[in-house]
């Protein structure tokens, strides 16, 4: 059963933009305290990229500030990651990252995302 899907990734050239996407199944989308996104590059540990609460405050990584922007649907079944600017140092796959209140977490898949210099 499928609880976190992602959508949007692909080969961008640099400078350009992608808008993820992260859609959660019924059975989950309620009661979440927070949903963020992390990226994991090849060689390197997973970061954390942007979180948002459920009282919609929302951090960035330093290395995307001001370049990327998470949301939610208005239903708060989906997030969303706005990347604009992209660099190839983006380059990763891009994961979606849920909280419940009652400390359950749940992760997507991963979507791909692959700037060209």
């Known amino acids: 059963q499928v609880q976190l899907a992602e959508s949007g990734g692909g080969l961008v050239q640099a400078g350009g933009s992608l808008r993820l996407s992260c859609a959660g199944s019924?059975?989950?989308?309620?009661?979440?305290?927070?949903k963020a996104w992390y990226r994991q590059a090849p060689g390197k540990q997973r970061e954390l990229v942007a979180t948002?609460?459920?009282?919609?405050?929302?951090n960035y990584a330093d290395s995307v500030k001001g370049r990327f922007t998470i949301s939610e649907g208005n239903a708060r079944s989906t997030v969303y990651l706005q990347m604009d600017s992209l660099e190839p140092e983006d380059t990763a796959v891009y994961y979606c990252?849920?909280?419940?209140?009652?400390?359950?977490?749940?992760w997507g898949q991963g979507t791909q995302v692959t700037v060209s210099s």
């Open positions: 948002i609460t459920a009282g919609g405050n929302t």
């Open positions: 019924r059975s989950i989308f309620s009661d979440i305290r927070a």
């Open positions: 990252r849920w909280i419940r209140t009652d400390g359950r977490i749940y």
